[in-house]
């Protein structure tokens, strides 16, 4: 069978699975430097990258056999992922509710935003920040707010003991200290 008569995946779904989905019923909860980050990254393709593509491949179309032409075979590639890039990041866009977490600062109970240190039954502590589902970056110590962790921590104060299901058990840990970044003045 020819490739012209073939489907090419739209491969939409690839892009979401990159990412954990949102619960269904709940928002999209992120921090204002993690809306501006996704903001920028979006505005970044949508202004400069997927011109500039487009740009190569209307020039490799127009020279000729397009079957064998690399510019345009991986721009239209690279075209493509563009577009589903730009069609997740509009759609969590879209959905985002921007909770500052510098609302809560000197509040010692856990909430979305919160940097909260704890320890295990074996003493062991741990320092996490709770951020959004597009903005966790587990190297850093950040999870998201969907993470098992964060669900335990979440509304707890400091010296309270909570359980954490574990694939090992339940396992108690002790909310150590919260912190939360100050407010910015303007």
Do not use: C
């Amino acid at each position: 069978m020819s490739k012209a008569f073939t489907k090419e995946s739209d491969g939409d779904d690839d892009e979401d699975m990159a990412l954990p989905a949102i619960p269904a019923g709940t928002r999209n909860y992120m921090t204002p430097k993690g809306y501006a980050d996704l903001r920028a990254e979006f505005m970044q393709l949508l202004d400069v990258e997927r011109p500039k593509i487009v740009e190569v491949v209307s020039w490799a179309a127009k020279n000729g056999d397009r079957s064998e032409n690399g510019d345009y075979l991986y721009g239209k590639k690279r075209l493509r992922e563009i577009d589903r890039r730009i069609r997740f990041l509009t759609k969590r866009l879209d959905v985002a509710e921007v909770a500052d977490p510098s609302a809560h600062h000197g509040s010692d109970q856990v909430f979305f935003g919160a940097t909260v240190t704890y320890a295990n039954a074996r003493g062991e502590e741990r320092t996490i920040t709770i951020k959004g589902i597009d903005e966790s970056d587990s190297l850093k110590g950040e999870v998201s707010w969907i993470a098992p962790i964060a669900r335990a921590l979440l509304k707890a104060r400091e010296g309270d003991e909570v359980q954490l299901m574990t694939p090992g058990g339940v396992e108690k840990i002790e909310v150590l200290e919260v912190r939360y970044p100050a407010p910015v003045r303007v």
